[in-house]
């Protein structure tokens, strides 16, 4: 099996999420290939909420990597004022591939809830174009810069599982 880890991250969370995935999908068999999505532009947090309001797809540094050899698409992001964080839309905008990959998602956020609309719309967009997302999941960062990630790794390794069981059964 293949999967692609797509993720974008401003501040490293996401960025250690999707190690954490990649780790614990390579430790079950599986071909990895983790992809980072860079912005041309670097934002600040005013320039985050001003991408938001203005529902911006930011310039992207490299193409989007083509998802169409892949079984399995991870794709993670940050939670920005409820929303998926605006190089989502790039990221989006730039899938090649016609429908009918199968997507788990991931997004970090700061709020416990926080993940939950977030995850929502970017299923709703991706299921519009024809994709399938078969989990989603949220990883708590806490607001304090320094505070350590609270059960990354088992929480990592329990949405893997989840995702694994899920698309060998066939689900
Ligand atoms: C502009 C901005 C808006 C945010 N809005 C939310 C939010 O609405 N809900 C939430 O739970 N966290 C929010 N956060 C916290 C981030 O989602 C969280 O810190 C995330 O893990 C950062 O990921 P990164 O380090 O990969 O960039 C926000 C952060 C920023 C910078």
Not at 98 to 118: D, N, V, Y
Not at 141 to 167: C, D, N, Y
Request: charged share 20%; proline share 6%; net charge positive.
């Amino acid at each position: 099996m293949k999967a692609l880890v797509i993720f974008y991250s401003r501040t490293g969370t996401t960025e250690r999420v999707a190690g954490l995935l990649a780790d614990r999908l390579r430790s079950d068999g599986v071909e990895v290939t983790l992809e980072p999505v860079r912005t041309e532009a670097k934002f600040g947090i005013v320039s985050c909420i001003r991408q938001m309001m203005a529902k911006a797809s930011p310039a992207l540094i490299q193409p989007v990597p083509d998802i169409s050899g892949y079984d399995l698409v991870f794709l993670g992001f940050p939670v920005w004022a409820d929303m998926p964080a605006s190089p989502v839309n790039s990221i989006l905008g730039g899938l090649k591939a016609p429908g009918g990959r199968r997507f788990a998602l991931f997004a970090t956020c700061g709020l416990s809830e926080g993940h939950k609309a977030a995850l929502s719309i970017v299923t709703s967009r991706l299921v519009e174009m024809g994709h399938e997302v078969v989990a989603g999941r949220g990883f708590l960062r806490g607001f304090l810069r320094k505070q350590p990630l609270p059960a990354t790794a088992e929480a990592a390794g329990e949405f893997v599982a989840e995702v694994l069981s899920g698309t060998r059964l066939g689900c």
